[in-house]
């Protein structure tokens, strides 16, 4: 079984640690807590793949909430981000292309966080039937599903969620990427193996309460909208002026979806 999926690419300023650390606290609120209660039934001693693991912030959220003792693997391409990861979580730093990532068997746990969407279809159904194979539970957290909403609303804002979302379905090194759809995908993968699957929704919800986060996301969600459509570029200047005042006042909100799925595999 092969997959040939790419994550958290050296220099990839998605991937970057201050980027990751930025984001931490607000994926720690958005993600589906009750999704971790399942989990408490699995045997110990546990072993959890953590899959684009980057700096490790799954492994410090998780870890304390499965039961023990835990293995942990710690699974990236980046040596620098493998290195952040390995000073806070318990665990053996695994460098390398999912590809590579041929065998789960021994596994209780498969996880991951903002990872799937950066997948194909059939990558995404190959992590499947290998994580069934190897009777592991999977719980992959943070998956977009498209269509943030910003609070007070502008007239340019649908058209550069349009944008977004295409773009992140777009083809990258001949592989089109799912995107907003990648947790409905996944789901549907796992179910059509007999696995139990449990969804929740689990959006940012950004603003005042993550000043910095907020504009670094805003930034980044319109120049990957004027990427994918040029012909927006000559507006979002003021737009953009007028959303970091809105945000300095206190008066911005933004609603990023996301979704968490969970996966059982039938017992």
Do not use: K, N
């Not at 700096?55 to 493998?82: C, I, N, T, V």
């Not at 977009?144 to 340019?156: F, K, N, Q, S, Y």
């Not at 990648?182 to 309460?209: M, N, Q």
Request: proline share 9%.
């Amino acid at each position: 079984m092969e997959w040939d999926a790419r994550w958290s690419t050296p220099g990839s300023p998605v991937c970057a640690p201050d980027w990751l650390a930025l984001r931490e606290p607000a994926d720690a609120e958005a993600r589906a807590l009750d999704l971790v209660e399942p989990l408490s039934a699995l045997e110990p001693p546990l072993v959890v793949r953590d899959l684009g693991c980057g700096s490790g912030s799954m492994g410090r959220w998780l870890a304390p909430r499965l039961p023990r003792p835990q293995r942990w693997y710690l699974h990236d391409r980046d040596p620098r981000l493998l290195a952040i990861a390995a000073e806070s979580v318990p665990g053996e730093p695994v460098q390398g292309e999912l590809a590579e990532l041929t065998d789960l068997a021994g596994t209780s746990l498969v996880t991951c966080s903002a990872l799937l969407d950066v997948l194909t279809a059939d990558e995404v159904h190959r992590l499947a039937r290998a994580c069934i194979e190897a009777g592991a539970a999977a719980l992959f957290t943070l998956s977009v599903t498209g269509g943030a909403r910003l609070t007070p609303a502008e007239p340019l804002d649908t058209a550069l969620a349009a944008a977004f979302d295409a773009h992140q379905r777009r083809a990258v090194d001949g592989r089109r990427l799912l995107g907003p759809d990648a947790g409905a995908v996944a789901a549907e993968a796992f179910r059509a193996l007999g696995a139990t699957v449990t969804t929740r929704p689990s959006p940012w919800r950004l603003g005042p309460a993550h000043p910095e986060l907020t504009e670094e996301w805003l930034r980044g969600w319109i120049a990957a909208a004027c990427e994918q459509q040029p012909a927006l570029a000559p507006d979002v200047g003021p737009y953009l002026r007028r959303r970091l005042a809105a945000l300095a006042a206190g008066e911005l909100r933004a609603e990023v979806g996301h979704v968490d799925v969970l996966a059982l595999p039938a017992t």
